[in-house]
C-alpha cells in the first residue's frame, strides 16, 4: 500500500509541474536585474515619505468622511469615497490643462504611445516630484494598495467630452518590451476629479458585483448600455468627485487576471476628468519615487 500511495503522490506532483509550466508565462515576476538591490538601499528614505503618507490626514470641505468599501472580489476592487478633496481635484485639473494632448495607448511592439480609436480622450501627466500635493496623493496611494511607493508611474489626467470613451481593455501587458522597467502593471488606481451629469461609468463587462452573481447578459460590447439601464449583476461605477477605485489586474498568485477588463464609457453629459496611476510589481525608473544608484566601491 505504501509504494501504492508513493506512486500516486509523484504521479500527482508530475502533473502539477506540468500545468504550472504550461501558464508560467503568464505570471507576473520581478524583472531580473538589481532593482531589488536599489529598493534595499532606498528603504531608510522610503520608510520616511511612508510614515508621512500614512499620518497625512485630510477630510472633505463639505464635512463628508472617506470610507473604503469593496466592489468587487472578481476582479479584485474597491473604492475609497473621498479620497481626493475638492481643493486637490482641483489643483490636479490645474496642473495638468496645459499639457492636455490626445491620449494615446501603449504600442505593444515599440513600448511608445500611438494614437487609437480605442481612446478618445486628451490627457496630461503630473508628476510628484514637481509638485507637493500630487507627492501626497502619491503616498496615499501607495498606502492604500500596500505596495512601496516607487512601484508607481507617473499620474495621467484624462479629460472626457461628450462621445468619448475609452474601449474595453485590459490594464496589463502581454508583451516583454513594456515590462521592461518595473515588470508587469499589477494595479490601478483611478481616481474622479469631476462629477458627470449623464454617461462616463467605468464598467467591468467580466466582473460580477460584490455579494452579486454576475449578469450572464452582459458582454463588453453591452456593458456600458445596461449599467445606464440599472441593470442587476453590472459592475459599474458612477464617477463621482474625490471618490477614486483601486482594482487588481493580476490575481494574489501572480497570474494576471481577466475579469480586470474594463472601460470607460461615453460621456453623453458633461465633462469627466480623471487621474490614474498603474502600479508595478516591481521599482520604477520614472516618478518621484525612482531607485537612486547605488555607489559601487
Not at 54 to 63: H, T, V
Request: charged share 25%; proline share 5%.
Amino acid at each position: 500500500m505504501r509504494k501504492r500511495v508513493s506512486l500516486v503522490a509523484v504521479m500527482v506532483t508530475i502533473a502539477m509541474a506540468s500545468a504550472c509550466a504550461s501558464c508560467a508565462g503568464h505570471r507576473v515576476r520581478l524583472p531580473s536585474d538589481d532593482r531589488d538591490e536599489v529598493l534595499d538601499a532606498d528603504d531608510d528614505e522610503l520608510r520616511k515619505v511612508e510614515m508621512k503618507g500614512y499620518g497625512y490626514k485630510r477630510s472633505r470641505e463639505n464635512g463628508e468622511k472617506p470610507w473604503v468599501e469593496q466592489l468587487s472580489s472578481t476582479p479584485r476592487a474597491f473604492t475609497y469615497r473621498n479620497f481626493l478633496s475638492e481643493a486637490e481635484c482641483e489643483h490636479v485639473i490645474g496642473l495638468a490643462y496645459g499639457r492636455m494632448e490626445s491620449s494615446e495607448v501603449v504600442d505593444e511592439n515599440t513600448g511608445e504611445g500611438v494614437k487609437s480609436h480605442e481612446r478618445t480622450s486628451k490627457g496630461g501627466y503630473i508628476l510628484g516630484n514637481e509638485d507637493e500635493v500630487v507627492r501626497g496623493i502619491e503616498l496615499r496611494i501607495a498606502a492604500w494598495a500596500m505596495l512601496p511607493p516607487n512601484r508607481g508611474e507617473n499620474i495621467e489626467v484624462l479629460r472626457y467630452n461628450p462621445g468619448e470613451e475609452y474601449l474595453p481593455h485590459h490594464d496589463y501587458f502581454e508583451d516583454t518590451i513594456n515590462t521592461r522597467d518595473g515588470g508587469q502593471r499589477m494595479a490601478t488606481v483611478l481616481m474622479y476629479l469631476s462629477d458627470v451629469e449623464e454617461g462616463g461609468e467605468t464598467v467591468f463587462p467580466l466582473g460580477a458585483p460584490f455579494g452579486w452573481s454576475r449578469n450572464p447578459h452582459v458582454t463588453a460590447e453591452n456593458a456600458c448600455a445596461m449599467a445606464r439601464a440599472g441593470s442587476i449583476g453590472v459592475l459599474s461605477i458612477k464617477p463621482r468627485r474625490g471618490d477614486a477605485i483601486l482594482f487588481y489586474s493580476t490575481h494574489i498568485n501572480g497570474f494576471t487576471d481577466q475579469h480586470s477588463l474594463h472601460a470607460g464609457c461615453p460621456v453623453i453629459r458633461g465633462t469627466k476628468w480623471t487621474a490614474t496611476q498603474w502600479l508595478r510589481v516591481g521599482p520604477m525608473h520614472v516618478g518621484s519615487f525612482k531607485p537612486k544608484k547605488i555607489e559601487t566601491p
